[in-house]
């Protein structure tokens, strides 16, 4: 899927719209309350994994989710060692049960979850006709995070935008018997059709946003600010000295003009937000494989194979969790 658990000046006569707002807070939400604003989504994988989406009640009785000291923790299962016939590997997929258009979200993330055929995100929105913000996305272990749009057609992103983020490489791999051979293009092209839902992309210029690395490091923040005009997904590690105030130590309002140049800068320089984003649900998830975690997993540097893997190691997911110390949200 694509957290919803994710650079650039404008080029010559275009106008620079990086500037901030301030928002006042809707939502306060740690622990129970975190859980309670959202609902579990047991529906087949839209992303064909190894994986399958429990309800509530299987996932309490389960173990696969859990509120301790206000932080919720959401896991998948790592006990239960699958034979080819059984269902994938029991996973959650939660949604959040309000919509959101302009907003600003502000996620304190403590643990990721980590482990070969991984594929945590989160997701927004009617597929892909009124778009689609991955804040946190990757596979298998292999940082950093990317923040990336998928959309209907004629959505593009200028080549340079005012972000600290890389655009990512799109590689195609041609095999061998010793060889690989790769071919580069850069991801500005938003349409999940014309790219072979690649989308638009930007990486986190900081191995610490994903995966292994950041939960070593304690985790940290992500924030999306969503306006009319343009979208920014903000990254601070847990142990950086730049981190605003008002990210720390959220209150009643912020003000996005504080955070300094964002990790990832989606304008609407040659794309038509209101035509191409509506309003959008928060989705957390975590799967297993699939479309991007299976197709690249042989290259990944892990055993076996993706499907074989999960299968055969569920004590590899002792670590495949969650853990969210709070989500304010501002409108």
């Known amino acids: 899927m694509r957290i919803n658990f994710l650079a650039f000046v404008i080029f010559a006569c275009t106008v620079d719209r990086t500037f901030g707002a ?7 939400l740690t622990g129970q309350s975190f859980l309670n ?21 299987t996932a309490i009785s389960d173990g696969l989710v859990s509120v301790d000291n206000n932080q919720l923790t959401l896991r998948a299962d790592y006990t239960t060692q699958l034979a080819p016939s059984d269902p994938g590997r029991n996973s959650f997929r939660i949604v959040s049960n309000a919509q959101y258009s302009t907003h600003v979200a502000i996620f304190d993330i403590a643990h990721m979850p980590q482990g070969c055929g991984t594929w ?16 946190v996305e990757g596979v298998n272990d292999e940082p950093p995070n990317a923040c990336t749009l998928h959309t209907g057609s004629n959505c ?5 935008r005012s972000m600290t983020g890389l655009e990512p490489i799109v590689e195609s791999r ?9 071919s580069t293009a850069t991801g500005n092209n938003c349409d999940a059709y014309a790219t072979g839902n690649a ?4 990486k986190i210029n900081d191995n610490k946003s994903y995966g292994p690395e950041f939960n070593d490091n304690g985790g940290g923040w992500y924030a ?4 009319p005009t343009y979208i920014k997904i903000f990254f601070w590690e847990r142990t950086s000295g730049s981190v605003p105030s008002d990210i720390t130590s959220p209150g009643s309002s912020i003000d996005t003009n504080t955070w300094g140049t964002p990790a990832a800068y989606f304008p609407d320089t040659d794309c038509d937000f209101p035509s191409h984003f509506g309003p959008h649900n928060i ?7 699939g479309d991007w975690a299976g197709s690249v997993y042989p290259w990944s540097g892990c055993p076996s194979t993706c499907v074989d893997y999960v299968n055969d190691n569920p004590s590899a997911f002792d670590n495949a969790y969650f853990e969210f110390n709070s989500l304010n949200i501002y409108q």
């Open 37 to 57: 604003a959202f609902h579990f989504d047991a529906i087949p994988d839209p992303t064909n994994g190894r994986v399958t989406y429990v309800d509530e009640s």
């Open 120 to 135: 945590p995100a989160e997701v927004g929105a009617n597929w892909p006709y009124e778009g689609e913000v991955d804040i």
């Open 156 to 160: 593009q992103m200028p080549a340079s």
């Open 199 to 202: 989308g638009c992309g930007v």
């Open 22 to 28: 301030t928002y006042q807070r809707t939502s306060q």
């Open 224 to 227: 999306i600010e969503r306006s």
């Open 174 to 182: 041609a095999f061998g018997a010793d060889t690989i051979e790769f």
């Open 283 to 289: 989705v957390i998830n975590l799967t297993f494989c």
